[in-house]
């Protein structure tokens, strides 16, 4: 038996990286996992496909594991919209929202464009309000729900070239103790 048995957990970001590894161990701790990710590489340059997310959800499939996937945007309200949507569906709950879909667009200040700030900020912070607005009335409702939202060192410390992940990060830290403390 797994900490998860019996829970719905929904992973942005989930094909590689951070957020692979969270699908990967939320199945193995027996949650039922939608694994979103639109298939974008971290720093761009890329159309995005849905078949990373999916060759996630069939990895956990083949270990026993019941998973879906999901491809929409974070930086979309209707997109998670859809991916709750979809919990619901497929496994008849949610009970947890793990996001670190995320992006990068380093550069010095003094050189980063309007876009690589607002891509930035809207994968990230936008994303992680995205994901909590669309949930914490369901969460609400059956008084059970967890967030699982992250913050890097560049936002806590610093790192040269990253000014937009650093706000979009800091940003995550005000809203994550906000939620908390209303929840």
């Not at 930086?75 to 995320?102: C, K, W, Y």
């Amino acid at each position: 038996m797994g900490v998860l048995d019996g829970k719905v957990v929904l992973v942005t970001g989930g094909a590689n990286g951070i957020g692979k590894e969270c699908a990967l161990l939320a199945a193995r701790e027996g949650a039922k996992v939608v694994v979103n990710d639109l298939g974008g590489a971290v720093a761009g340059g890329d159309e995005g496909s849905a078949g990373p997310a999916e060759q996630v959800a069939q990895a956990i499939r083949k270990s026993g594991g019941e998973a879906v996937s999901n491809s929409d945007s974070v930086t979309s309200r209707d997109g998670v919209t859809r991916m709750i949507e979809q919990a619901m569906d497929a496994f008849r709950g949610l009970h947890a929202i793990i996001n670190p879909a995320g992006i990068l667009r380093d550069g010095m200040f003094h050189k980063m464009t309007d876009q690589d700030w607002d891509q930035v900020i809207d994968v990230h912070l936008r994303g992680s309000y995205n994901v909590c607005k669309a949930a914490i009335n369901h969460f609400r409702e059956q008084q059970e729900g967890s967030f699982v939202l992250f913050t890097s060192t560049s936002g806590l410390i610093g790192n040269i070239g990253q000014a937009n992940y650093a706000a979009a990060k800091m940003g995550i830290v005000g809203l994550s103790r906000i939620i908390a403390m209303e929840g």
